[in-house]
């Protein structure tokens, strides 16, 4: 992988991501743009706990323009995009309408390709391994900053999603704060922790789903299961089978697995609901530890945490969304349709080879 790094006309970042060693970057941003001002603030709830990002600079971002307008695509001749080149591998820039910027922490865009009309399950083995290769490296670096406390990998796809770009792309929001989800995982973790004598409880979840009927896919270095108590009508866990807490911690080994794994994974989620109702919207989500003290969850340490990757479609039937209405929205009770096992079937069933 070669890295090059430039900046944008309005001083925002960007970086390429090439799979061969000799690739030249040294294209320049044409367009006549005004540097980038932001207005994103972070506000704690007293009641809940949380914090919430007020981010009113977003109401003026691109909303699904037409695809020879589309600003994640390559430039070629006089019409730019957010990439000055003519082409690339996998590109990672500051987002131009960021929810979290400064001292708020940092918002990235992830390209995963230069074709506007594929998915992140059309890619290569290859490829899929440079944009692993790239969630890295922007964990790694994003993890330097003073502002921010934990990093966020993730994609979402479809329109259903609320995706505003249909270029196959991801994103990475750099918190100042050890987000809510993860809060939760860390008190559970604590907890067992201290009521087994020291058992980690991700080792004991992974043990348990290894033993059940919920298991989708596993290899030598991963495992994917629908988890027992899934939220979703088509939830999957992606574990890799070594603890470890964050991307940083992967080895080669399974660091080489991973593209095989995923893309299978991505083209069975295609497959659900039969080739009319594909391509199937998905959130995908990585879950590492974060970065910044953890004192607050006694006797956890960062390396307790386990890495992993949560992938699940809101879309819980054919021609049918699931959608967060009083029990989920009101109460954060979700109610899933669809028993873990039978999805887990079902996945098994829609093998995509």
Known sequence: ????????????????????????????????????????????????????????????????????????????????????????????????????????????????????????????????RLVLDAWTDRTSELSHLPSVEQVFCFENRGAEIGVTLGHPHGQIYAYPFTTPRTALML????????????????????????????????????????????????????????RVPDLLGLDEDARTEFPKVYLELLRRFDRIFGESESPTPYIAAWHQAPFGQL???EGVHRDDFALHLELFTIRRTSGKLKFLAGSESGMNVFINDIRPEAAAQRLREVASS
């Open 295 to 297: 004192e607050e969850f």
């Open 187 to 242: 008190r559970s973790l604590a907890a067992h922790k201290e009521a087994t004598g020291g058992e980690n409880l991700f080792d004991a979840v992974l043990e348990r789903e290894l033993a059940d009927e919920r298991v989708v896919l596993e290899t030598e270095h991963w495992v994917a299961f629908v988890p027992y108590a899934a939220h979703w009508p088509y939830e999957v866990h992606l574990y890799p089978k070594r």
């Open 1 to 128: 992988m070669k890295k090059t790094s430039t900046r944008l006309a309005d001083g925002r970042e960007l970086i390429y991501y090439d799979l061969r060693d000799d690739t030249v970057r040294d294209a320049v941003d044409r367009r006549p743009l005004e540097r980038t001002v932001t207005t994103s603030e972070v506000r704690r709830d007293p009641l809940l706990g949380d914090s919430v990002a007020i981010a009113s600079h977003r109401q003026g971002r691109i909303y699904h323009p037409p695809a020879d307008e589309c600003p994640l695509c390559p430039s070629q001749g006089e019409r730019l995009s957010e990439i000055p080149d003519s082409s690339y591998d996998a590109v990672v820039f500051e987002n131009r309408f960021p929810s979290l910027a400064g001292d708020s922490g940092r918002c990235e865009v992830v390209c995963f390709t230069s074709d506007h009309n594929a998915s992140f399950a059309d890619l290569t083995e290859e490829q899929a």
